[in-house]
């Protein structure tokens, strides 16, 4: 994809922290972190989302993803991290190339995850059944 600022990255024309690389995934720190250590883990080939990956490239990048994580967690000496993967524009994907977000935690560092909602009387069953049907 010639615009797509990660596809710019990889073929280095637009500098990074890289923090990992292998022949299919490269890892850089984000540049407006949540926390020291914010990570991004990438495909080497552009997939729009999540759902645009093949399997393989999914094995592939949350393989990284895990080294990353503890890599990323021994490095600044974090007490947790969050693993996060925004998916087309309304959930936030700003980069419309697939990318795993790590982000370090630590006590006390403010930063807050959404609060969970509650379903309906019989909406919880109704969402499952629609959902069963399309994964058949």
Known sequence: MTDCIFCKIIKGEIPCLRIYEDKDVLAFLDIAPVNRGHALVIPKKHYADFTDMPDEAV????????KVADGVMKG???????????????AGQLVMHAHVHIMPRFEGDGFKLWEGKKYLEGEAKKVMESINKKLK
């Open 59 to 66: 094995k592939q990048v949350f393989v990284a993803a895990k």
């Open 76 to 90: 600044v000496n974090a007490n947790g991290f969050n693993l996060g993967m925004n998916n087309r524009k309304v």
